[in-house]
């Protein structure tokens, strides 16, 4: 009976234990922004790796949505130039919302991404 019990106990405390380990943070909400790196901010390290995952399946070099190709350095600057792509990812209202589907960049790549234009579109 007392054996009984204490497997009981120990399971219960096991299920309480896994349950809570299972809580995911976002370190943006956890440190803020000061984990966020914006200097020497290019275009290969920091800016592709945002557009890859967030715009190029939509906005590829093949039969782009909506005629906006953002597949490579030389398309993203000129969609960061014409002052659209900043507004969508901004979701600022001065452009369509984007990525679609209720995405939206973090603080910290919004940030760099003003880094990188304030810095001269760096490749």
């Known amino acids: 009976m007392v054996v009984k019990m204490i497997k009981q106990l120990f399971w219960g405390i096991a299920i309480v234990f896994g349950i809570s380990a299972c809580y995911y943070d976002k370190g943006e909400e956890l440190y803020g922004k000061s984990q966020c790196v914006t200097t020497n901010i290019t275009y290969t390290k920091d800016i592709s790796v945002s557009?890859?995952?967030s715009c190029v399946g939509c906005?590829?070099?093949?039969?782009?949505?909506?005629g906006i190709s953002l597949h490579d350095y030389t398309s993203v600057v000129e969609n960061v130039k014409n002052g659209k792509f900043v507004g969508s990812v901004k979701?600022?209202?001065t452009a369509s919302n984007m990525p679609k589907g209720g995405?939206?960049?973090?603080t910290c790549n919004i940030s760099k991404l003003d880094a990188w234009i304030?810095?001269?579109?760096?490749q």
Do not use: E, F, L
């Open 51 to 53: 557009v890859n995952q």
């Open 59 to 66: 906005h590829g070099a093949t039969a782009p949505s909506a």
């Open 91 to 93: 979701q600022d209202g």
């Open 103 to 106: 995405g939206k960049w973090s």
């Open 118 to 122: 304030q810095g001269g579109y760096k």
